[in-house]
């Protein structure tokens, strides 16, 4: 799974091909009971449209406390859960978190918005994901629309005949479905146009290098054009700068996530942020 992780992960990799460290076997073994031990919560980070002004959406973002460690990031994290399979349990656990939280700010009758799930390799090609996905709806009482599933654009292109039969069935359900990490897996939009996608969110690492690159401000572009005329939304992730905001905007680039609005936020300080949205708007 190294290629899906990206690679940043690469070193992660090449330790576990040999043998794991101490450090690691430990972290895997805490790892193991960190679900019933109650050590995951979700983070929230905001997704803005700079037209209205308003919050749309929220991705879930994984945290884990471990007790002696302190806060453990994803990247280091995430990996190991889905060498292990625990990815399984802990995203479904994710998923339900965040569904029965979106569902929560709905009858607590704020303005409705999506909340978005990452999803991994492993979870996205066990056989059983559309089901699960049902399965948590109903049970959270959350309409499919206010849900948005993504998954890496590696993990799209791998088997695309794969992915386009499972993004149909999630699609039949009424989910939305998003590309993440647009950009670092070098397909063609031309493919991607096989599958039902709602939304392209564009890599951190192509924002970054908008102001500084020139050549990355054409890429960056063409993708928004292209993702115009194939009626697909554009998030532009990781907006840290307010000549990032300017460029985005000056391309008609209106949908954003970075630090420059909101860093991930607890549940309640998500829950602040919305109502004090509504308040401003009211
Ligand atoms: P991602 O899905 O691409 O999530 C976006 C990451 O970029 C988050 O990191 C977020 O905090 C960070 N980010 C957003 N805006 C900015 C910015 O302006 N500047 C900077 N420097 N960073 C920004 P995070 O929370 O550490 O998560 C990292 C990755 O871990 C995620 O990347 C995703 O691939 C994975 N991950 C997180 N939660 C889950 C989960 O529940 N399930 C799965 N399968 N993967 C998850
Ligand atoms: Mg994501
Ligand atoms: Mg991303
Ligand atoms: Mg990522």
Not at 69 to 77: D, I, S, W
Not at 185 to 205: A, F, M, V
Request: proline share 5%; charged share 20%.
């Amino acid at each position: 799974y190294a290629k899906d992780q990206g690679r940043n992960n690469y070193q992660y990799y090449t330790t576990t091909l040999s043998t794991k460290t101490p450090e690691l076997l430990n972290l895997e073994k805490s790892l193991r009971c960190a679900l019933e031990r109650g050590e995951f919560t979700v983070y929230y980070q905001p997704q803005v449209n700079i037209a209205t002004g308003q919050i749309t959406g929220m991705e879930a973002l994984l945290r884990w406390q471990h007790p002696e460690m302190g806060l453990v990031a994803p990247n280091t994290f995430i990996p190991l859960a889905e060498e292990t399979g625990l990815i399984i349990p802990i995203g479904e656990w994710v998923l339900r978190t965040a569904c029965i939280q979106n569902r929560a700010w709905q009858q607590a009758g704020l303005p409705p918005i999506i909340i978005a799930v990452n999803l991994s390799p492993k979870q996205f090609r066990q056989p059983k994901l559309a089901e699960i996905v049902a399965k948590i709806l109903q049970e959270t009482g959350l309409e499919p629309q206010f849900l948005e599933l993504e998954i890496t654009e590696t993990t799209a292109i791998e088997d695309l005949e794969f992915t386009r039969t499972v993004l149909l069935d999630l699609e039949k359900m009424g989910v939305h479905l998003a590309i993440d990490d647009f950009g670092t897996g070098h397909s063609s939009l031309s493919r991607l146009q096989l599958l039902p996608l709602h939304n392209l969110k564009i890599d951190r690492s192509f924002i970054k290098e908008l102001t500084t690159d020139v050549k990355v401000a054409h890429i960056v572009t063409a993708i928004v054009s292209l993702a115009r005329t194939l009626g697909l939304k554009l998030t532009a992730e990781g907006v840290e700068k307010q000549e990032e905001l300017d460029f985005l905007k000056s391309i008609h680039c209106e949908d954003m996530q970075g630090y420059l609005f909101h860093k991930p936020l607890s549940a309640d300080k998500a829950t602040e942020t919305l109502q004090s949205q509504r308040f401003k708007s009211v």
